[in-house]
């Protein structure tokens, strides 16, 4: 069977990386050959990815739909992925393409497991659409309705899109906060109120936790009323935290839920499966604001080593384009 020749990243063991070359088989039927055009880097996850921080109880549960290797040892990781189909059907032939594959230069999927781009949206665009497929599911497990008051901790491309849908609800008070005021141009672009400390009198009914940083939840004691939900967007790897559950987080009787993407909240999984998830947050995305989330400095494919190598000396960074140079 003729094989075709393709390249893709590879992290070695922790903290080093390289470029592969392999083969891949032609497509069968009922599957699409894609030619990648743009990958993106998922800052927090793909971080403690590179740096061998996966816990090895989450091995199993934290790994990507088409993943190769091992956490701890060699891994193709990645999961935002615009390309172009060159052989497949009709129905997809030549079409621009959404999928969850990693950094790779070609590759054959089937046709069930793509979605295609509407001409109305940027291709880079979309590689925010698993950032907008989490915070759907943060909204889906917390339901937010009108009158809420809603704390957002951290303002990177989760905190803002999180903000962005919510703000599409009537007589929701939004409140991001982010100790970095450097972002505040940014956010007031999203029409967000925003401070880097929350208000000492300040109590919501919901708090989206998206900072990376688990010692902020007991801070976050004081701003809660009864009853209210602390839904956690945030990967925290394998760091260990000291929270303090007693006092405000008991008498109150607050709710923590965990927003882990890779299932549908159960409140709307009657309805709707994944593939319609995603497809979902692709339409969300028809918004130029949203192309202030996309880093105008790209990396290209074949330099990635050399990225990942300086990520601990990189400030955070919002969705870094990987470009593969496809015309």
Request: net charge positive; with cysteine; proline share 3%.
């Amino acid at each position: 069977m003729k094989k075709l020749q393709t390249e893709s990243f590879w992290i070695r063991k922790k903290n080093d990386s390289y470029i592969k070359k392999h083969t891949i088989s032609l497509p069968e039927k009922n599957e699409v050959l894609i030619k990648t055009i743009y990958s993106g880097i998922s800052y927090g996850t793909e971080k403690v990815v590179y740096m061998g921080k996966v816990p090895k109880s989450q091995k199993f549960l934290m790994r990507c739909p088409y993943q190769d290797g091992e956490f701890g040892s060699n891994v193709k990781y990645g999961y935002m992925n615009v390309g172009k189909v060159i052989e497949g059907s009709k129905a997809y032939k030549g079409k621009n393409v959404y999928t969850l594959f990693p950094h790779q230069t070609l590759y054959s999927l089937k046709e069930s497991e793509v979605v295609e781009i509407p001409k109305l949206i940027p291709l880079k665009r979309c590689l925010l659409t698993a950032n907008m497929e989490t915070a759907i599911n943060a909204m889906w497990d917390t339901l937010p309705s009108c009158g809420d008051k809603v704390l957002i901790i951290g303002a990177g491309v989760v905190g803002l899109l999180m903000g962005y849908v919510l703000k599409s609800i009537i007589g929701l008070e939004v409140l991001i906060i982010d100790t970095d005021s450097s972002k505040s141009e940014l956010i007031k672009l999203f029409n967000l109120d925003f401070k880097k400390e929350i208000p000492e009198a300040y109590k919501a009914n919901i708090i989206y936790e998206c900072s990376g940083n688990s010692n902020i939840i007991n801070i976050l004691g004081k701003h809660v009323k009864d009853e209210a939900t602390i839904c956690i967007l945030s990967w925290y790897g394998n760091s260990i935290s000291k929270i303090n559950f007693g006092e405000e987080f008991l008498s109150r009787r607050i709710k923590f839920i965990f927003s882990q993407v890779s299932k549908v909240s159960h409140n709307r999984s009657k309805y709707w499966n994944n593939l319609e998830r995603r497809e979902l947050a692709i339409r969300l995305l028809n918004n130029k604001i949203l192309d202030n989330l996309i880093e105008d400095n790209m990396v290209k494919f074949e330099d990635l080593p050399k990225f990942f190598s300086k990520i601990n000396k990189n400030k955070k960074y919002y969705c870094k384009v990987v470009d593969y140079g496809v015309k």
